[in-house]
């Protein structure tokens, strides 16, 4: 099992500070492109802190410290992070590598409510050319009713296409492209022995069907 990230919360001084401290493999941070000295950013989306390099970061990178496991470790505002005010002690959470960045898993208990509640903006319509004539996306129909159904509608409008999966549907898929999913409850999951959650599970099942903005998995609980 690859080595994962740790996670900590505390507050300073008063209680008024209140900081995470993220703690990372040096084995990740190399694969990452990451080195000491470097300038970083640190940010929360969609529940995963992704820290990558940026010349315009506020966080200089640290260097590794321990032998038998060294590890970079930083401090940034619960803010910065999109944590919680809350305690936590140091804690492994999942963590891989993807795209030139380190992305960690926060447990949601410990998502700021602005992330839990975050939406991605919508992007604007581009004005059409009265020149020429607009093609119209082909009327997408879906049989009965409920939460796929609702789904399938708006990405018609939208011209996108969605693809709703049963939860079981999407497991079987994942298991099916060689992966190890256990179910702890309606929304844990343990994907290849590491605690994931719906979200998790998810991700990995647009991976392996290749979804893309355009054309999406999406995971609909009935």
Request: proline residues 8%.
């Amino acid at each position: 099992m690859p080595e994962q990230g740790t996670l900590a919360i505390t507050a300073r001084g008063d209680g008024s500070r209140w900081y995470g401290r993220i703690s990372i493999p040096e084995s990740s941070a190399r694969q990452a492109g990451l080195v000491a000295g470097a300038r970083v950013t640190a940010r929360c989306a969609d529940g995963v802190i992704l820290i990558q390099a940026d010349d315009q970061g506020r966080i200089r990178f640290p260097p590794a410290r321990g032998k038998s496991s060294p590890r970079h470790a930083f401090e940034a505002a619960t803010a910065t992070l999109g944590l919680r005010e809350v305690p936590l002690s140091q804690t492994p959470s999942p963590t891989e590598v993807e795209e030139g960045a380190v992305r960690i898993k926060v447990p949601e208990e410990f998502l700021a409510n602005d992330q839990k509640h975050r939406k991605k903006p919508r992007k604007e319509t581009p004005k059409a050319d009265p020149s020429k004539e607009p093609s119209a996306p082909a009327p997408i129909r879906i049989g009965g009713n409920g939460a796929a159904a609702t789904l399938v509608t708006e990405a018609g409008r939208a011209g996108k296409v969605v693809r709703p999966l049963s939860l079981q549907k999407a497991i079987a898929l994942i298991v099916e492209a060689g992966h190890k999913v256990d179910m702890l409850g309606p929304r844990m999951f343990k994907i290849n022995d590491v605690t994931s959650s719906l979200s998790d599970l998810s991700e990995l099942a647009s991976k392996v069907t290749g979804s893309t903005e355009q054309n999406r998995v999406v995971i609909v609980l009935d």
